[in-house]
């Protein structure tokens, strides 16, 4: 029992995370029906932009300047200025590759989109090399242990910070005005562009809000798994797509949800000692649940307009 | 262009293509120009699924894998085995398309992008599946001494002559047969159902049974590649059929254009050569390669030989 409970939180940290990555596949996908393939690019770029920041802050506080700086307020520079460079990463990305093809075939974002995932992973590569770089330990290696589980502080953080983005991106979508803009635009966007709103720019704020999720998730998976290197974005990009998918895509509970149980199902998978079998064990539950449900989870399936 | 001309030129093209090997002596730009070859083949397989048919796969190396796997497990001394490469080359043309069809028969009723997302799950599935399958296909390490083929006594061996013949072969039988293909009634069907699927099937056209038959007959055709690679390299492993080689066969459809038939082949020539015509940017090719892949795309949305508007895949 002892152990299960273990792989829950495990899993379910390991979750939240994909759902914070899932969440910017899920909006970008909601508003403008494609899949953004370069997204975990961004999580990668959000784990190097926290560990240079890391770097730069160790680097003025052995010079004595910021020595005082207490780590849990590190942890928190690191995090806003990877969520920042994300932002703006997401923000050129819409730019560059998406805006100018927005009446293009559907395809070809999809293959500006893998151009700039290898651009973007070779430019990590070229500027820092090709190793696994350790991530800085910005916080304490403490842990409390509930009913025969161990839970470390970064676990608890993680649940922490995440529930918190995920809480605040859906105040900002349910009860903000560019927030009501995005989900008219994700209703129909030329009705929405007819009532006055500023499609191009609400677009471009949905990839800027996906990025900065990622940017935090990059981080904070950085401080859980120790190391982080260029490659990583490839397959947990894989993945939180899956759960934007198993949630039902478009959907913004669903990704949440769809991280959640992704995170679960392949810790228990994994602590039943089937680890190299756990990625089969995720994809085949997708694949159940889609034949089952084609819509996702929580998806509604949309009558088709004739 | 009146026709015979069109022949004589499709003629000369073809000769022309026969004699590089005598024309190129150099091994490593004839390695390039066979592996062109390959992907030229399993850019019109995806062709068929993706730019006919209007299904977006993106788990297409899965059918690679399954075609090179049946060569070298039936022709290597891991069980043994050792059939004639001659008949394996349609076996694994048939496994790969008995595949396509097992798969293709649950998931085809999903829309979309749900199929694109069954078929990267179906992809990964089967890489990892491979991996850790240790007895039957040697794990990660994979499936060794793979035999190479010999045609009127002369064997293949490591020479790269005998393989671009062979798959350039394959290569010129498959677009004669898309273009035969492209106007035939299957053929127009598969667009109809590509444009407007309910259109479609109010016309009577059995819209399953033929998106069945696009995935089977494009992951047959790939398994048939398959069976070529694992013949040339001699050694097959699952870290070469990853999502990112079924994102690059993707890349070259749609570069060259969804739907026709010059414009895989094209797209396939670019995306292989090009990164060898950037060697000399040593470590700055694949960041290169990803900006070139971007401008190029900006630069032509439909595809370098792509009709303007109609395509919505």
């Known amino acids: 029992m002892d152990f299960a409970l273990q792989q829950l939180i495990n899993g379910l940290t390991q979750g939240m995370v994909y759902a914070l990555i899932a969440l910017g596949y899920t909006m970008v996908y909601g508003i403008i029906e494609l899949i953004n393939f370069a997204h975990g690019e961004v999580f990668m ?7 240079l920041a890391a770097g730069v802050m160790a680097a003025s506080g052995a010079a004595g300047a910021a020595a005082g700086l207490p780590g849990i307020l590190r942890f928190g520079a690191a995090l806003l200025a990877a969520m920042a460079a994300c932002g703006v990463l997401g923000l050129a990305l819409e730019r560059v590759a998406y805006r100018p093809l927005r009446r293009a075939p559907r395809l070809a974002p999809l293959i500006t989109a893998i151009g700039a995932s290898y651009f ?19 916080v304490a290696d403490t842990a409390y242990v509930i009913g025969g589980a161990r839970i470390s502080l970064i676990q608890v953080l993680i649940v922490v910070i995440a529930s918190g983005l995920m809480a605040g991106l859906t105040f900002f979508i349910g009860c903000t005005r560019p927030g009501r803009a995005m989900r008219a635009c994700a209703q129909d966007r030329e009705a929405a562009w007819l009532m006055g709103v500023n499609v191009d720019r609400i677009i471009a704020m949905t990839f800027v809000a996906g990025s900065v999720l990622a940017g935090a998730g990059g981080v904070l998976y950085g401080l859980r798994y120790g190391t982080v290197d260029f490659f990583m974005g490839y397959i947990v990009g894989i993945k939180a797509f899956t759960a934007a998918v198993l949630g039902g895509i478009g959907n913004v509970p669903g990704a949440m949800l769809g991280g959640l149980l992704l995170g679960v199902i392949e810790a228990l998978g994994a602590g039943w000692g089937a680890s190299e079998w756990k990625d089969v064990i995720a994809f085949g539950v997708l694949v159940a649940v889609l ?8 998806g509604r399936r949309e009558a088709e307009k004739v | 262009m009146n026709l015979p001309r069109r022949g004589t030129l499709a003629a000369a093209a073809v000769l022309l293509l026969a004699a590089i090997p005598w024309l190129v002596p150099n091994e490593a730009i004839l390695d390039v120009l066979t592996v062109a070859g390959l992907y030229v083949t399993l850019a019109l397989s995806l062709n068929i699924i993706v730019g006919y048919a209007g299904l977006l796969n993106l788990g297409h190396a899965a059918f690679y894998a399954v075609g090179a796997y049946t060569y070298a497990l039936l022709a290597s001394p891991q069980h043994g085995i ?31 992008d749900y ?12 890489r990892i599946t491979l991996n850790n399958l240790g007895k039957l296909t040697n794990g990660p390490n994979g499936v060794a001494n793979v035999d190479h083929p010999s045609l009127f006594g002369r064997d293949f061996s490591v020479d790269v002559a005998p393989y671009f013949w062979l798959v350039w072969t394959l290569a010129v039988i498959v677009i004669i047969a898309m273009r035969r293909l492209e106007d035939s009634r299957i053929g127009r069907a598969w667009k109809a159902i590509r444009e407007d699927e309910l259109a479609a099937a109010a016309q009577g056209i059995p819209v399953t049974l033929l998106k069945l038959q696009a995935f089977a ?17 001699g050694h097959v492993a699952p870290e070469s059929f990853t999502f990112m080689e079924s994102v690059t066969m993707l890349a070259m459809v749609v570069l060259g254009g969804l739907g026709t038939v010059a414009g895989p082949v094209l797209g396939a020539v670019t995306l292989s050569v090009l990164p060898y015509l950037l060697l000399g940017f040593e470590t700055w090719r694949m960041l290169v390669f990803g900006a070139a892949l971007v401008a190029m795309m900006l630069w032509r949305p439909q595809g370098l030989l792509g009709r303007r508007g109609g395509l919505a895949a």
């Not at chain 1, 034949?291 to 929580?298: Q, T």
């Not at chain 2, 490469?85 to 999903?110: E, I, M, Q």
């Not at chain 2, 199929?115 to 089967?126: K, N």
Request: hydrophobic letters at 55%; proline letters at 7%; one cysteine or more.
């Open chain 1, 45 to 51: 770029v959000g784990a190097f932009a926290g560990l």
């Open chain 1, 120 to 138: 973007l992973q070779n430019a990590v590569m070229l500027a820092l090399g090709s190793e696994q770089h350790p991530y800085p330990p910005l």
């Open chain 1, 291 to 298: 034949l089952v449900r084609p819509a996702g989870l929580l």
């Open chain 2, 115 to 126: 199929l694109a997302i069954v078929t990267l799950g179906f992809g990964e599935i089967l």
């Open chain 2, 217 to 233: 007959l494009g992951a047959g055709i790939a398994g048939v590649c398959g069976a070529c690679y694992a013949a040339k390299q």
């Open chain 2, 82 to 112: 050792h059939l004639s490469p001659w008949l394996l080359f349609p076996l694994s043309g048939l496994t790969a398309g008995v595949a396509g069809f097992c798969l293709g028969l649950p998931v085809l009723r999903l829309g979309g």
